[in-house]
């Protein structure tokens, strides 16, 4: 049986798959993952790092602060920010990313995708007006598996 946050880190993967950016990044950059705060994950996510997502090669990258984030596609949003939700919000949407967390309500304030549990289930929430704030673009067939969008 795969624990909660193998679970979450192979939802972490599937989910740079089915979002694209406007404007596109330049194919050739890597496409940088970033866990903002305490890392939930411990060693899990590592085996994405240089793997291929949309043609373009995963980075792992923990940036110290909100300051260090800057450059980051995917944003992970660790519990030990929700202090500072709001400015980390605002800034994911000025750069570009896109926001997972796993912070109750996170969604609800204005990131994109929510991991929620159902049960034993882990699921997901997505917010699509925070998507389009951010220039994201997320595909149908994550949409369908959402077990709520915020449209």
């Known amino acids: 049986m795969r624990s909660e946050y193998e679970i979450k880190a192979a939802y972490f993967y599937n989910f740079t798959q089915f979002v694209s950016w406007t404007p596109t990044p330049d194919s050739e950059l890597p496409l940088r993952v970033c866990v903002l705060g305490e890392n939930p994950f411990g060693d899990l996510l590592q085996p994405l790092a240089g793997r291929k997502s949309q043609g373009r090669t995963l980075e792992l990258v923990n940036p110290e602060d909100l300051s260090t984030a800057a450059g980051c596609h995917v944003l ?76």
């Open 76 to 151: 992970f949003v660790s519990s030990s920010n929700l202090r500072n939700l709001p400015a980390v919000i605002s800034m994911a949407e000025k750069g570009q990313m896109l926001t997972i967390s796993e912070l109750p309500g996170f969604v609800d304030a204005g990131g994109i995708i929510g991991y929620v549990k159902q049960g034993n289930i882990i699921r997901f929430e997505i917010n699509l007006q925070a998507a389009d704030a951010a220039g994201v673009s997320i595909n149908s067939r994550l949409l369908e598996l959402a077990s709520r969008v915020i449209q």
